[in-house]
């Protein structure tokens, strides 16, 4: 998926294992916490979705 961050940044994110696990859907316009890779910049993991 395609994420744009608050700082403007554009980076690509996959689903974590956990959430794929308890099948928790993110859709278009979702607000989500990511963990972003500290060797590429631009990859990160969804792993949490918020309210």
């Given amino acids: 998926m395609?994420?744009?961050t608050d700082q403007g940044h554009?980076?690509?994110a996959v689903l974590s294992g956990?959430?794929?696990r308890?099948?928790?859907k993110v859709l278009v316009?979702?607000?989500v916490?990511?963990?972003v890779s500290?060797?590429?910049?631009?990859?990160g993991l969804i792993t949490y979705r918020l309210k």
Avoid: A, C, Q, W
């Fill in 2 to 4: 395609e994420v744009l």
């Fill in 10 to 12: 554009t980076l690509r």
């Fill in 18 to 20: 956990r959430m794929k």
């Fill in 22 to 24: 308890f099948k928790i």
């Fill in 29 to 31: 316009g979702d607000r």
């Fill in 33 to 35: 916490r990511i963990s």
């Fill in 38 to 43: 500290p060797y590429d910049l631009t990859h």
